[in-house]
């Protein structure tokens, strides 16, 4: 009514993709490739039990409305779907205002892998390859890198098309991201995020194309500036995030900034806000700043990760910047032959 209009996606598609068991129907209708699992919502225990025994254990329980790894509970074996279903519900009600949850057959050594998708609201949309998300805390990404390790351009460009064919079969507008599990060369479906990722600039460095600019001038009417054939994967990069946290619990750490320094170069891109003085405050996210290298392989990328991270100077408080120096001298690391349980299991036998 008053002529004003949203950057991003519209808000149907914000709530289709909001409920996961919407968005898994939404995808499967589309041809994406899902996780085997429930069909829709699991009404009470028995129901848990009775799937758990069809798809075959171990299953992970995860609340519809979640994000962000709250809601989900693994259940190894039917003895632990008692208290795996109904912790995901209280967690799930206390974090979304929503009880609801489903189930789905749990993947045992996957990958994270996500395809950034772009679409202009009018049935046309690209794919700007995919990004590898697995070295993961609680759920919660801590290195990201595009391309994927172990991602082919054969792979890269069916699992693209589908996700492009899928965005533009619903009239997205907008940066979305279409996030799967990857394991034995499989793909499976498990949420699609509405909007624009933390993790989006190693996407931008590889491709040359700046995604909140190009969020700007679709809304804006105007058609998208780059096409997928003009779309070209150009050398790897690497993103870490760097959290206000103290290890080895990463217990968050507000405070004062007494130094804070930049690192620069060829290649590096510092996202933070960042100066000498500035106060972390207690009452968000412990995220700080993100550092992003980009070379012209993936060799060179986490050489250029490594001289940035011994720039970057943030005095004051405790960060996570050691975890990332001590990540760089392992092996699995530096061939990039891990999956998404690696993290949890070097951080067991190395910080605790």
């Known amino acids: 009514d008053h002529g004003l209009t949203f950057i991003g996606p519209t808000a149907e598609h914000i709530r289709i993709m909001g ?35 069809k798809l075959g254990y171990p299953v992970i329980v995860k609340a519809t409305a979640g994000g962000g790894g709250r809601g989900m509970k693994l259940a190894k074996t039917e003895a632990d779907m008692e208290s795996s279903f109904l912790t995901a519900r209280s967690e799930a ?14 993947l045992t050594n996957p990958r994270h892998i996500e395809v950034q998708v772009f679409g202009d609201g009018k049935g046309n949309a690209v794919h700007l390859g995919e990004r590898d998300c697995s070295l993961q805390r609680r759920h919660q990404k801590v290195f990201e890198e595009a391309p994927g390790p172990v991602i082919t351009s054969e792979m890269r460009a069916e699992i693209g098309k589908v996700c492009a064919n ?11 991201t279409i996030e799967f599990l990857y394991e034995d060369g499989e793909f499976y479906f498990i949420e699609m995020n509405t909007r624009l990722q933390v993790e989006h600039p190693v996407t931008e460095a590889v491709f040359g194309v700046d995604l909140v600019r190009e969020q700007i001038r679709v809304a804006e009417g105007l058609p998208m500036s780059f096409s997928q054939e003009d779309l070209q994967l150009n050398g790897h ?6 959290n206000a946290e103290r290890l080895p619990d990463f ?36 995220l700080i700043g993100k550092l992003i290298v980009h070379g012209r392989d993936r060799q060179e990328a986490l050489a250029r990760l490594s001289r940035a991270l011994g720039e970057l100077i943030v005095d004051g408080v405790d960060t996570t910047l050691p975890l990332f120096h001590a990540l760089l001298a392992e092996k699995a690391i530096q061939t990039g032959d891990y999956n998404i349980h690696w993290l949890e299991k070097w951080l067991e036998e190395n910080l605790q």
């Open 166 to 176: 899928a965005v533009a079969g619903i009239n997205y507008i907008g940066a979305g």
């Open 93 to 106: 009600l206390s974090g979304f205002g929503n009880d609801e949850v489903y189930i789905e057959k749990y």
């Open 19 to 53: 409920d996961k068991i919407t968005a898994k129907d939404t995808m499967q209708k589309l041809g994406v490739p899902c996780v085997p699992g429930s069909d829709g919502g699991v009404p009470d225990l028995a129901a848990a039990k009775k799937i758990g025994k």
């Open 237 to 242: 990069a690497i993103e870490v995030r760097i």
């Open 251 to 286: 217990t968050p750490c507000p405070g004062t900034i007494t130094q804070y320094h930049a690192p620069g170069g060829l290649g590096v891109r510092m996202d933070s806000a960042l100066y000498d003085g500035y106060k972390i405050p207690p009452y968000y996210d412990s």
